[in-house]
């Protein structure tokens, strides 16, 4: 099965960069037919959907957060990244990295998140 496990820094300063890795195992994320993204949820709140890089290395951002959002990928690694300038404390969250299918929609698969905490 498809696993995702995301890594990265738990405490990043205001105004500073946030930088995500998703390793992913047991799927190829340069397949025709899936697409790699990224959703976090604020402490009490409801998930939200940053963006996706697809399988031809196309990125869909949140318009919200497409200003200070950059998604990327490792081909040779089956990985790929999250950057995410300027944060605030209302960066706050935990942050997933999922698959979906590009015919299903929703996300099948999750890794198990990584908290991040902004603050000086």
């Known amino acids: 099965q498809v696993q995702l496990q995301e890594s990265g820094p738990g405490l990043v300063k205001p105004s500073q960069t946030l930088v995500l890795t998703c390793t992913v195992s047991?799927?190829?994320?340069?397949?025709?037919?899936?697409?790699w993204g990224w959703i976090r949820q604020p402490p009490g709140k409801g998930l939200e959907w940053m963006g996706a890089?697809?399988?031809?290395?196309?990125?869909n951002y949140n318009p919200s957060l497409k200003s200070r959002t950059s998604i990327s990928r490792d081909t040779s690694k089956n990985l790929f990244t999250l950057q995410l300038n300027s944060v605030t404390p209302e960066d706050t969250a935990v942050y997933y990295c999922?698959?979906?299918?590009?015919?299903?929609?929703?996300?099948?698969?999750w890794g198990r998140g990584s908290q991040v905490t902004v603050a000086s």
């Open positions: 999922a698959r979906r299918r590009a015919t299903v929609p929703g996300y099948d698969y």
């Open positions: 047991g799927g190829s994320i340069s397949s025709n037919d899936n697409y």
């Open positions: 890089i697809f399988y031809s290395g196309v990125t």
